[in-house]
């Protein structure tokens, strides 16, 4: 995947702004680089992916599907943390956005088939409707299904209770004042930095050190499980910076 006005619409994302504050204290200019969370971390905040569907020609048609994830597969599994989701589109522009984690053992189960009218577990063979719901075999209840708004042309919102991942953001006066970006990695997933000035405009990806003094050169860092530090060496006084999961179609 890469930067540009596609980014926004294929990661899960964490989003910050960064400003350069000023006043005048005793006859002097003081000016400081601030930084605050656009959407702070809950406890039962949700992760939200927004899918362009022109980005993905399966889905321009009725009965189209992708099976989309952050990590690669291994022996149908996931490597990381995450299950991929299936997205099916139905027809009267009803999309069905469900785990693609089987009831019964847990095994990734193939994107929709419109051949078969089915997603089928290549394990012990369960059957699960564009729906997601048992049609056949040993699994015994429907897929999970997550909710999933379509604005009517190209943008479909999803949300996902499990996506949600907190950024810590502050400016390291030890790092040359570079902005420092903390945030939990999981294993096997890559994460990226991107910026854009305004709201309006298209986010860009941009490349970050990985140590306080290292060189800026870095495009994508692959978690471990454990909490990360990026540093950003951006000039410009304002805008917004956002830290986001690569994901992929499997």
């Not at 889905?59 to 490597?79: K, Q």
């Not at 053992?105 to 419109?114: K, Q």
């Not at 570079?178 to 309006?200: D, P, V």
């Amino acid at each position: 995947m890469t930067g540009g006005p596609r980014s926004d619409r294929r990661t899960f994302s964490r989003t910050f702004l960064f400003c350069l504050a000023a006043s005048l204290v005793e006859g002097k200019v003081w000016k400081r680089r601030l930084l605050a969370e656009v959407r702070p971390p809950g406890p039962n905040e949700n992760g939200v992916l927004t899918l362009k569907l022109s980005d993905f020609p399966a889905l321009a048609a009725d009965f189209g599907a992708v099976r989309i994830g952050t990590s690669a597969l291994a022996n149908n599994l996931p490597t990381g943390l995450f299950y991929p989701i299936l997205v099916n589109r139905a027809p009267n522009n009803v999309f069905h956005v469900l785990s693609s984690q089987c009831t019964h053992e847990d095994t990734v189960v193939r994107a929709y088939s419109r051949t078969s009218n089915s997603c089928v577990c290549p394990r012990h063979g369960s059957v699960f409707g564009i729906d997601g719901r048992r049609i056949s075999g040993v699994a015994q209840s429907a897929l999970r299904k997550f909710d999933a708004v379509f604005d009517g042309q190209d943008a479909l919102r999803i949300t996902l209770p499990d996506m949600a991942f907190a950024v810590e953001a502050r400016v390291n006066a030890a790092a040359s004042g570079r902005i420092e970006i903390e945030f939990l990695a999981f294993s096997n997933i890559e994460y990226e930095l991107f910026h854009r000035a305004r709201m309006e405009d298209p986010w860009a990806r941009i490349p970050f050190a990985s140590s306080p003094a290292g060189a800026v050169s870095a495009t994508s860092i692959k978690g471990r499980d454990d909490y990360v530090k990026i540093y950003s060496e951006l000039k410009a006084e304002a805008g917004f910076l956002q830290v986001a999961m690569k994901t992929r179609t499997l």
